[in-house]
């Protein structure tokens, strides 16, 4: 899975599935070890959820990078490589 950006403490991934199928458009963060599912536009996909000033980190960089994670999410589902997005800082 394409690791996206890394900040924080926090590593944003995405992928698509093998036969292109994939339900909501989403990523997927680990923190401390725990990987929590987050829709595109902010849901909460997964349990356990991420909460507190990781999580307001987290809402932010998803903010300003929006149109970056959407690029992306269709690279993916194309089959083409992910790229890069810069941490918050």
């Given amino acids: 899975m394409p690791i996206l950006s890394t900040f924080y403490g926090l590593i944003v991934r995405m992928y698509a599935e093998g036969d292109g199928k994939h339900h909501t458009p989403h990523i997927h963060v680990t923190y401390q070890g ?12 997964s349990t356990p959820v991420l909460k507190g000033k990781r999580r307001e980190y987290l809402d932010v960089w998803m903010d300003i990078h929006k149109d970056e ?7 993916l589902s ?12």
């Fill in 78 to 89: 194309a089959g083409d490589p992910a790229f890069r997005i810069d941490p918050l800082k």
């Fill in 34 to 45: 725990v990987e929590y599912e987050i829709g595109l536009e902010g849901e909460d996909l």
């Fill in 69 to 75: 994670l959407s690029a992306n999410w269709d690279l």
